[in-house]
């Protein structure tokens, strides 16, 4: 156990070194011929949802191909590991540097395994206010609105309540009918909560934070319980590949190869009728072109999509012509609108905290060992919490006007800026990603005036974290091919904080935090501000910061919007549909698709995505 408990101290180093002995390496089969009905790229969340939802008809043959491999390691099985970040399971990808923040650089968290985000992320199991998806209705997809989304929420879940004793002590609420009961997905509550959490929570109700009973109902905007993808009956993560890819694998209609990148898409001649796809192995660097007879379906995330599609020719032709790529389509959508939620990590030095708390699991080898065996033998207590037991098991999402009383008049500055002052270049020269762009402007200001969706996500944090992250970002990044190498990585460029407003909503949300720690409810823990500092007090103090200490970051592993779902007059890059515009038979099913990212964590709203997506498809079969 003491060993166990060393291991523990430096976690993700273990994550690194389990996720490369448990790998399972399985190279290209012999199973032939390489000619399918359906070609999915990418063996992510949404990839596998599509492959598993197609092979449902024997008659239909489906390959996967992933970058990774598959991982049954801890660091993806056990919950407590999302305390740390499992590089190993990811790309190795840095942004490009960031002119608001410095010119600080990042990680661009992005899973390469099989299951990919789903397996390396915080498990937080979260839904956007009904408005977030109506807006992707009102911005030309007709049945991409709550309503259409909501039935495939429940099909790919099945939610386990929360224990007993959790109810009766805590106060636990959940709702039973916003939830599916028999879907792949397992949502489960992990199986311990801090004593502290009572009063941080109290804390956050009397700050005005009304309670929500559950915060998967389409009106979410108050303090919630969190559950986790997590699989109540083992103890495990819920991952896709565990829920979407485990039970099926033995369909002999089914393949998924994984080590192999696809580096293009094929078409036939010189037109833009999908034929395939050519992927190269890790194991040797052969290459291997999988046939699709239906469809080529991307599902390869918000990073790698539009970026495999300019290295095939489809994408802004200025671009595509630095990079010395032919071009197929000048489609400037692709890689445009690019959209993730940015992340003010505030810290707070705190003192008196009840025993147990998250820091015991570190600090006292008893209780990590103690809570070890109770894993083991039951499945449940502290390792079964991780991230979310930080979070004080709760999230609270708020709208502006609960955070800035000139809310109002944020609203207003949105929508008579000149747009083209606080975006990407490339906008000046596309008016129809410029009308996109205004179009979704309208409806943010809308949301705003009439407190429908969340601006601001915060964590009633226990030990003195006090993260929050802005749910409505102005500022569109873009990602595109590297003109010195379009064969290596994509370029990712957040352009966080390219809009004021951004700038003025996160300002807001540090008096928000303040105000929070300075109640009553929480003098017990005598706060003390660590970061950014109780030093910064104006605007500009405050935004200085946020920058200078680097708790500004562009990302909470969100990435979304960059191949959006709008129609071809406002800048789109697939319909309703899911269908490429100008091509034939290539589709996307990712984060890439969403036109306006979601008040929310993504990962449940890209299964229902995902459903709907793979729904869509088989319909035009
Ligand atoms: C670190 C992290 C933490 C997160 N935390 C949460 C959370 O707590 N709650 C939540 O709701 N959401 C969370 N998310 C977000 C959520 O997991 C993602 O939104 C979701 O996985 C996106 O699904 P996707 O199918 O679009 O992409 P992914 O799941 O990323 O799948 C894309 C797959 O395509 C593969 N791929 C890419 N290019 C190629 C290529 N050329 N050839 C072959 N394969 C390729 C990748 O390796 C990857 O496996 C987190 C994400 C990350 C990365």
Redesign the pocket.
Known sequence: MARLFRLLLAWPTLATSLSVYNKAHISEDSRSPDVYDYVV?????????VANRLSENPKRSVVV????YIDRSYAVELPYA?LG??TAD??NITSVSDKQLNNATFRV??????????????????RGSRADYDAWEQLGNPGWGWDGLFPYFLKSTNLTPPLPEFVEDFGVTWNDSVWGHNGPVQVGFASVIYPDVKAVRRSWIAQGVPNVTDGASGDPLGLFWLP??LDSSSGTRSS?RAAYYDPISARPNLRLLTG????KILFKNDGLDTTGVL?ISHADNSTVRLSANKEVIL???????P??LQRSGIGPKDVLEAANVTVKADLPAVGSNFQDHPVAAMAYNISNQSFPNPSSMVLNATFNATSWDEYLQNHTGPYTGG?VTGTGNSLALHPLSRLAANYEAVATNITSQNALDFLPEIYSRNASLLRGFEAQRDILRNIILSNSSSCCETHPALGGGAAMSLQKPLSRGIISLDPANPDGLPLVRYNTLMNPVDAEVLIAMVRYAREHWARPEVAQFSPVENLPGAQYQTDEEILDGLIATGILTPT?????GSCAMMPAELGGCVGPDLLVYGTQKLSI????ILPLIPG???????YAV?EKAADIIKSRA
Do not use: K, Y
Request: charge should be neutral; proline fraction near 1%; glycine fraction near 16%.
């Open positions: 790229v990418g063996g992510g969340l949404t990839g596998l949802v191909v992933e970058n990774g999302t970040l499992n990811m790309w968290p992005v899973g390469s395994v099989v299951g990919g985000g789903s397996a390396v992320n915080g498990m937080a199991c979260t986790t993808s896709a192999h990148r696809v580096f992927a599902a390869a995330g918000a990073v790698f999509t970026h495999l991230r909470n592993a969100h990435s979304s099913v990712d984060a890439s929310t964590h993504l990962q449940m709203t890209m995902a």
